[in-house]
């Protein structure tokens, strides 16, 4: 709205559930991530990326070259720190990331996991697919779920 443009590394490994600068690390949930098996299978499927991401972060220069060849005549005098998120991604215990939205099914509940910040937007949609699974797994008497 202002007339500027974000850019940034897409995702850094954080080693903190809240760690927005990135070099803050919490032990206890470094130890966590690096304990879980489904990590270190990602990491290794993934690696390649996550360096040149890293690599990105760390280097002005390296960041402005990759923004250049999208954008030729920015130069590095135009890039200016801005903030960061904290986006969580689901890895499951073989080293996929799991979409958005993944739902998981028990005997009596139904979990939705990996839920990312733009939930709230789709919060009635994500209800009606909760709905259509309590109906159909749990067969559950119903009507059908009205779509707008």
């Known amino acids: 709205m202002n007339g500027s443009l974000e850019a940034g590394p897409n995702a850094l490994l954080a080693f ?3 760690g ?3 070099s803050s690390p919490d032990l206890s949930e470094a130890v966590e991530t690096l304990r879980y098996p489904g990590f270190w299978k990602m990491a290794r499927k993934y690696w390649k990326m996550g360096m040149a991401e890293q690599y990105r972060s760390w280097l ?20 200016v720190p801005g903030g960061s998120g904290v986006r969580a991604q689901a890895v499951d215990r073989n080293g996929n990331l799991l979409d958005d939205f993944h739902f998981i099914l028990s005997r009596r509940m139904i979990h939705v ?13 994500i209800g009606r ?10 067969e559950l008497a119903g009507e059908e779920v009205p779509r707008n």
Request: aromatic share 8%; proline share 6%; hydrophobic share 40%.
């Open 16 to 18: 903190r559930r809240e």
């Open 60 to 79: 002005k220069s390296a960041f402005t070259r990759a923004l250049q060849q999208m954008v030729p005549e920015l130069t590095a005098e135009d890039l």
């Open 113 to 125: 996991c990996n839920v990312p910040s733009p939930a709230a937007t789709a919060s009635l949609e």
């Open 129 to 138: 697919e909760v709905v259509d699974m309590l109906v159909n797994y749990f």
């Open 20 to 22: 927005y600068t990135g």
